[in-house]
């Protein structure tokens, strides 16, 4: 059965710091997505990472996939207020998509 | 414009009552998918379905159901055996049998039980 985890669940930083979000999953996958939520509104599709390796980016955003250690993780670098929002990974895999729980991220000024 | 909609926006059910959340997309999209999300938790999945007529169980399928008479649209009925069915109800859709399989969302329907 596939498992996905995030972590940290929750994270609170100050702006213009650096962090990680991780999320691990627990079989073989070569299809991961990452999405961000806006409170009370639906999942808005970030980034898809399509083989072993893959590392995309978009302004202060990056996700890179590790298919052989089943781990993706995402990196803020100078945090903002305006990425305050709630981060998902999901999980391609006989034919479900199946998400993680969530990385809820708040950003103080 | 191509999208996914989901209706109504907000629904409220009294106990016993048996309701319909509307999906419809016109994407082309083969696979469509029902989640579930409880506040401050994750996705969880309900029912997926991949072609017309056809349709699996997620992982809390119990007290609900689904049809997929066709592509476009794939409705989630919430039957009065789902105990506790206050949620916040999304859709989604992608392509499938390809390598990039991003699913793309509705705005969902939030469900409170009066």
């Known amino acids: 059965e596939l498992k996905v985890e995030q972590n940290p669940l929750f994270l609170s930083m100050q702006e213009g710091k650096n962090y990680t979000i991780y999320c691990n999953y627990s079989?073989?996958?070569?299809?991961l997505y990452w999405y961000r939520q806006d409170p009370g509104k639906s999942l808005e599709s970030l980034f898809v990472?399509?083989?072993?390796?893959a590392v995309k980016q978009e302004g202060r955003l990056m996700a890179s996939l590790d298919t052989k250690a089943r781990l993706s993780t995402l990196h803020i670098t100078a945090a903002v207020h305006d990425l305050s929002a709630t981060y998902f990974c999901?999980?391609?895999?006989?034919?479900?998509?199946?998400f993680g729980k969530g990385t809820r991220l708040h950003i103080l000024p | 414009d191509g999208g996914i909609t989901q209706s109504p926006k907000y629904l409220f059910r009294k106990e016993g009552q048996n309701v319909t959340l509307s999906c419809e997309q016109n994407?082309?999209?083969?696979?469509m998918y029902w989640y579930r999300q409880d506040p401050g938790q994750g996705l969880r999945l309900i029912y997926y379905?991949?072609?017309?007529?056809?349709?699996q169980k997620g992982d809390i399928a119990e007290g609900y159901s689904v049809s997929r008479e066709k592509k476009e649209s794939f409705p989630l009925t919430v039957t009065s055996a789902q105990k506790n069915p206050t949620a916040f109800y999304l859709c989604?859709?992608?392509?499938?049998?390809?390598?990039?399989?991003?699913?793309?969302f509705g705005q969902g329907t939030r469900l409170t039980v009066v």
């Open positions: 379905s991949q072609i017309v007529n056809d349709f």
């Open positions: 994407l082309n999209h083969d696979a």
């Open positions: 999901a999980v391609d895999r006989d034919d479900k998509i199946i």
């Open positions: 989604a859709s992608s392509i499938w049998q390809t390598m990039n399989t991003e699913a793309f």
């Open positions: 079989t073989t996958s070569d299809r």
């Open positions: 990472l399509l083989s072993n390796g």
